[in-house]
């Protein structure tokens, strides 16, 4: 006799599948968010089909986490997506001139055209800087425009100019780099990976960056103009050494615009002034365009040549980016510039290092320490810097405070610990080797909210 519920073998319940296929029509777009905590897998099965311009390879498992981002395909395909992402969505066109895409391509088209001629004749090819208000997908926009021009053998030179974000490098920094191969679209910004202390499938890019250490250029307006200035004379020096480079032209992301705000706009126009761009796209915003237009159109970039402003509509797509979620990309990004991304492990070194052996300089306001030459101070080592990552400028310790201010960085390091009674700081490096040899920066931008070990 037997015990109903014993001595029976109970089965296994079948495990979920996440693995599914997506097929898309042409122009069709699937946008998708994935958490920091999660992952998943993309596949291109057959068609083709790109991310921010960057095509997709067949049959390669792209991985993705903490992204809000998109597929999309202009002759339609079949995607293998493995795992469940936070949110998707399939956006379907009937027809696809109602693809918001087709201005961009549009735009390309043109842009080609004109990096045609300059190649012919010898000149400065067009010079493109996107703008508009938060969460319009500028940064979308300016890597699809990259992305495009290198797929049809040009070169342009990519320039961030928003400090919040980071292009081939950490938050609070302005750089350039001339993007002559495919970027990485498993990486955190998107862009690709910079020289570090581990192999890439991707080739990595070489960038001038320069360190800002805040978030807003408005916080310090006379510094950020003057970081730009430098950057725009030092990254265009590349054109009278590089005939390709100087016909491919300048693509500029810059940091978004309250279109009421008076400051934020002239800081736009000093951009758009020192890069001398004779193309700007502004995304959703009339008002914008309109004072874009009174303040730039009268003004000759080269003999005869005017700065055109062109009003493009924002993608439905673009993702909301809360302030929640930048951090925690601002977060990733740290991670990855140590510790490397999606199958490119790396091996930072960590070392002890004297107080003594340091030269540490803090960003400041100029009203506040002083002379013309500052905006910046000598700081002691303190328990405030935990959890901080310094840069470290390509000057010396015995240069002045303006040199050392405006020099381009070699790189960053991260504050793992301060002990004050045993005068040593704890840090963190890509490679191992002396660092008391350069001047460090500390700004207010990225914050120190991440703790790398644990």
């Not at 006799?1 to 979920?16: D, F, K, V, Y």
């Not at 493995?82 to 918001?100: K, L, M, N, R, W």
């Not at 088209?109 to 190649?119: G, I, Q």
Request: aromatic share 8%.
């Amino acid at each position: 006799m037997s015990i109903p519920g014993l001595g029976r073998e109970t089965q296994p319940a079948a495990p979920i599948s996440t693995n599914r296929t997506l097929t898309l029509n042409p122009f069709w777009e699937w946008r998708f968010e994935v958490g920091f905590n999660s992952e998943i897998k993309v596949k291109l099965i057959s068609g083709t089909a790109e991310k921010d311009g960057t095509e997709l390879a067949s049959q390669q498992a792209y991985r993705f986490s903490g992204v809000k981002s998109k597929i999309l395909t202009l002759q339609g395909c079949k995607i293998q997506v493995d795992g469940i992402p936070h949110d998707e969505f399939v956006a379907e066109v009937y027809q696809p001139t109602d693809s918001p895409m087709n201005s961009y391509l549009n735009l390309h088209f043109k842009l080609t055209a004109m990096r045609e001629t300059a190649a012919a004749g010898g000149t400065d090819g067009p010079r493109v800087l996107i703008c508009g208000s938060h969460n319009t997908g500028k940064t979308s926009v300016a890597r699809t425009l990259a992305s495009y021009a290198t797929r049809v053998g040009f070169q342009p030179l990519v320039v961030n100019a928003d400090p919040k974000e980071g292009m081939l490098a950490l938050p609070g920094t302005l750089s350039a780099s001339v993007l002559a191969s495919v970027l990485d679209i498993e990486a955190v910004d998107g862009w690709g990976t910079t020289p570090t202390s581990g192999p890439n499938q991707v080739p990595v890019k070489l960038p001038l960056v320069f360190f800002y250490g805040r978030a807003s250029p408005t916080e310090a307006p006379d510094q950020y103009r003057e970081l730009v200035t430098r950057l725009a004379g030092t990254a265009t020096s590349r054109f009278s050494h590089d005939s390709s480079v100087r016909s491919s032209g300048i693509i500029v992301d810059t940091p978004a615009v309250d279109e009421k705000s008076r400051a934020e706009t002239d800081l736009l126009v000093h951009i758009a002034e020192e890069f001398s761009v004779n193309i700007v796209i502004v995304l959703g915003s009339s008002r914008l365009t309109a004072e874009l237009s009174k303040r730039l159109s009268h003004e000759e970039t080269g003999p005869g040549e005017k700065t055109h402003v062109i009003l493009l509509d924002k993608s439905d797509g673009v993702a909301e980016r809360d302030e929640a979620f930048r951090e925690q990309t601002c977060e990733a990004l740290i991670k990855e510039y140590f510790f490397g991304s999606v199958g490119r492990t790396l091996s930072p070194a960590t070392q002890q290092v004297d107080f003594d052996s340091l030269t540490i300089y803090r960003l400041g306001d100029s009203s506040i320490y002083g002379t013309r030459d500052d905006g910046i101070m000598v700081a002691e080592p303190s328990p405030l810097m935990t959890h901080s990552t310094l840069a470290i400028a390509h000057a010396s310790t015995k240069d002045s405070p303006e040199t050392i201010r405006t020099a381009n960085l070699m790189g960053f390091v991260y504050v793992a610990d301060v002990d004050k009674e045993r005068r040593k700081m704890k840090i963190l490096a890509p490679v191992a080797g002396r660092l008391g040899d350069r001047p460090f920066l500390w700004g207010s931008w990225p914050e120190p909210f991440v703790n790398l070990l644990g």
